[in-house]
Antibody
């Protein structure tokens, strides 16, 4: 079914930057779209961004457009989320997730916590 | 404020059935058959239970079933077991690149 392991979360000040990563294994990473989904106690789950198999097409939720960049390295079976101009409201657990064929996510990582606070 | 509305809590006794609702609009739940349900234990990642309204991935017990009527989708857990105590989230495609989640329902097995 696939394994996803996130890393790179931490504490960052408002306005700062952070890059989180996701290492994929046990499936053919290069043949799947990939996505980031975040979760906060107050707002629940929120899709953040998706990238196509080759990395040429990216989609973002409006609240992160222009600040976040999703990318991938198929040679290293890795997914990334570069987060700039971070805001307090970006504080969340960030999950790497594999989309299925019908707008569902059929595999999730364990998540990495990003805390934006001064 | 989540785009899809779920009751914050639900409960049932072992062996009973419980149904959790997920209410949206004609632009999401009512407009597409792309409703999914996820189970999440505390401190763990969500796990896919149902996709395309009523399809179960391999390995998901048939005690879990999904349905939809109009703008409301439902997840039914039959033959409740203690291990079913968890949070449940719905999601729906909403056209374009929009994908919305519900706020989650905490299921308690009494």
């Amino acid at each position: 079914e696939g394994q996803l392991v996130e890393s790179g979360g931490g504490l960052v000040q408002p306005g700062g930057s952070l890059r989180v990563s996701c290492a994929a294994s046990e499936f053919t990473f290069s043949t799947y779209w990939m996505a980031w989904v975040r979760q906060t106690p107050g707002k629940g789950l929120e899709w953040v961004a998706s990238v196509n198999q080759g990395g040429s097409t990216q989609y973002y939720v409006d609240s992160v457009k222009g600040r976040f960049t999703i990318s991938r390295d198929n040679a290293k079976n890795s997914l990334f989320l570069q987060m700039n101009s971070l805001r307090v409201e970006d504080t969340a657990i960030y999950y790497c997730a594999r989309p299925g064929t019908a707008y569902e996510f059929d595999s999730w990582g364990q998540g990495t916590l990003v805390t934006v606070s001064s | 404020q989540s785009a899809l509305t779920q009751p914050p809590s639900a409960s049932g006794s072992p062996g009973q059935s419980v149904t959790i609702s997920c209410t949206g609009t004609s632009s999401d739940v009512g407009g597409y058959n792309y409703v999914s349900w996820y189970q999440q234990y505390p401190g763990k990642a969500p796990q896919l239970l149902i996709y395309e309204v009523n399809q179960r991935p391999s390995g998901v017990p048939d005690r879990f079933s999904g349905s939809k009527s109009g703008n409301t989708a439902s997840l039914t857990v039959s033959g409740l077991q203690a291990e079913d105590e968890a949070d449940y989230f719905c999601s729906s495609f909403a056209g374009g690149t929009n994908l919305f989640f519900g706020g989650g329902t905490k299921l308690t097995v009494l």
